[in-house]
């Protein structure tokens, strides 16, 4: 029987913190940020956490 493959597009997207939970990045940080206001830039930063019910499919393509 072959190994399962992992889904490379989701281990570049997605890394497992020592608690267990998913970090994910968020949508709409890549350019023309000058036409959000800065409260929405600002609530974008950093990373976020993968909901309970995700976790579990990700988990699976990342192995």
């Known amino acids: 029987m072959p190994k399962m493959k992992s889904v490379k597009g989701a281990v ?3 890394k497992v913190k020592k608690n ?3 970090k994910r990045g968020k ?3 890549s350019h023309i940020l ?3 206001d800065a409260g929405t830039r ?3 930063n950093g990373p976020a956490v993968v ?3 995700d976790s579990a499919s ?3 393509m990342i192995n």
């Open 12 to 14: 570049k997207r997605f």
């Open 58 to 60: 990700i988990k699976a």
């Open 34 to 36: 000058t036409k959000q």
């Open 27 to 29: 949508a709409y940080r």
């Open 51 to 53: 909901s309970k019910t």
């Open 20 to 22: 267990g939970s998913i």
């Open 42 to 44: 600002r609530k974008q």
